[in-house]
C-alpha cells in the first residue's frame, strides 16, 4: 500500500474532475489501474487508472466521472480536496503498446482516455516511437473534456494523430457551469470532428490488420467496439482492452 496526498482537484465538467497528487513512488506500468481508497470511502477501494506513466518523484493523475449511483466517484468528483491522503496498492492490467514498429490504434471513449494517455506519454521515451491514431469519443463536443491537451499533444508529437469523434454534433441546451469557466479557446474545431459512434467511426477508416489496437472506455462501449472491428476484418489477436 502506498500513499499519496491530493495537490490539485480541477473540476472540468459537472460530472467530470481530474485530480493531480504526489507522493511515493508507486511501482506500476502504463497502462495499469490501481486500487484506490480515499478518505471519504476509506474501506471501499475502486480502481482507477492513472493518466501519466510512474514517474520517480510520485506524480499522478486521475480523471474521474461520475457514473449514475456510483456512489464513490460521484464522492471524487465532488468532495475530494487538496490535502486528503489517498492510498493505493493492488497495479493490475496487461495492456501495453509492443515494442514494434507497427503502427497503433488507441480508441478511448470518455475517460477511458487515462490509461491511453499515459501510454502516449510513456511512448515518448522510446527513440522511434510507432504512429499512433487517438480516436476519443463522446456523446457531444463537450464531453470531449481534454480537447485541448490533447490538440496540444498532437501538435507536439509528429507521430500522434487524434481523431475526435462524437455523437450528436450540438451540445445539450442545459448549461454545464464547470465547462463554461474551464473552457479555453485551444482545440479542435466543429470541422475536425466526426460524428457517430467510436465503433462506427472507426470501421469507417477500414480492417486493421497489420496494426496493434487498444480499446478503453466504458464496458458496453468496449464490447460494442471490439464486437465491431472483428466483424470489420480486425484480427481478435491484435485487439487489447481491459476485462469486461
Known amino acids: 500500500m502506498w500513499k499519496s496526498t491530493v495537490v490539485e482537484h480541477h473540476r472540468l465538467r459537472h460530472d467530470l474532475a481530474v485530480v493531480r497528487l504526489i507522493g511515493e513512488p508507486v511501482p506500476f506500468t502504463a497502462g495499469q489501474s490501481l486500487a484506490v481508497l480515499t478518505p471519504q470511502h476509506p474501506e471501499s477501494p475502486r480502481r482507477l487508472s492513472p493518466a501519466l506513466p510512474p514517474s520517480l518523484d510520485g506524480k499522478l493523475e486521475f480523471h474521474v466521472r461520475a457514473v449514475p449511483a456510483g456512489w464513490i466517484s460521484g464522492s471524487i468528483v465532488s468532495d475530494t480536496r487538496p490535502g486528503d491522503v489517498w492510498q493505493l496498492a493492488d497495479p493490475q492490467g496487461s495492456m501495453h503498446i509492443a515494442d514494434s514498429t507497427r503502427d497503433v490504434l488507441l480508441i478511448a471513449g470518455g475517460t477511458g482516455l487515462a490509461p491511453l494517455r499515459s501510454l502516449i506519454l510513456d511512448l515518448t521515451q522510446r527513440p522511434i516511437p510507432p504512429r499512433v491514431f487517438l480516436f476519443i469519443g463522446g456523446r457531444s463536443p463537450r464531453d ?63 480492417k486493421f490488420a ?5 480499446v478503453c472506455g466504458s464496458p458496453a462501449m468496449t464490447r460494442v467496439t471490439v464486437d465491431q472491428l472483428i466483424r470489420n476484418g480486425t484480427p481478435a489477436e491484435n485487439i487489447s482492452h481491459d476485462p469486461i
Do not use: K
Not at 499533444?153 to 442545459?174: G, K, N
Not at 465547462?179 to 460524428?195: A, K
Open 144 to 206: 470531449l473534456y481534454a480537447s485541448d491537451m490533447l490538440y496540444l499533444l498532437s501538435r507536439e508529437l509528429p507521430w500522434l494523430t487524434v481523431v475526435p469523434v462524437v455523437e450528436q454534433i450540438a451540445d445539450p441546451d442545459w448549461r454545464d457551469e464547470w465547462h463554461e469557466r474551464s473552457w479555453v479557446n485551444v482545440g479542435f474545431t466543429v470541422d475536425d470532428i466526426l460524428q457517430g459512434t467510436l465503433a462506427d467511426v472507426v470501421c469507417a477508416h477500414g
Open 210 to 214: 497489420d496494426s496493434q489496437v487498444l
